[in-house]
């Protein structure tokens, strides 16, 4: 008997900062953590690239990313859904 291993893939849910390469998207994760110390929330903040196949996802839109194989030297995550649009301004 075999059993079906399931992997877990990271996801992680950010802001599109950047859209000007081609099929590839920026993302901002930020995230809240206590400082050991000083018991005071600081928020951290990570930079991804990430695939975006057909270029729909614009700058200031809310993003679901899941890490994947290495597609080139800095991308290693591929936009899975749109969580929020952009508001229009």
Excluded: C, F
């Amino acid at each position: 008997m075999t059993e079906a291993k399931t992997t877990r893939t990271r996801t992680l849910v950010g802001k599109v900062v950047s859209d000007k390469r081609a099929k590839t998207v920026t993302v901002l994760v930020e995230r809240r953590v206590k400082h050991p110390i000083y018991d005071k929330i600081v928020i951290k903040s990570s930079k991804y690239h990430a695939h975006d196949e057909n270029g729909e996802y614009k700058m200031g839109d809310l993003i679901e990313i899941a890490e994947s194989r290495p597609i080139s030297k800095t991308k290693s995550w591929v936009v899975t859904r749109l969580v929020q649009k952009a508001a229009i301004v």
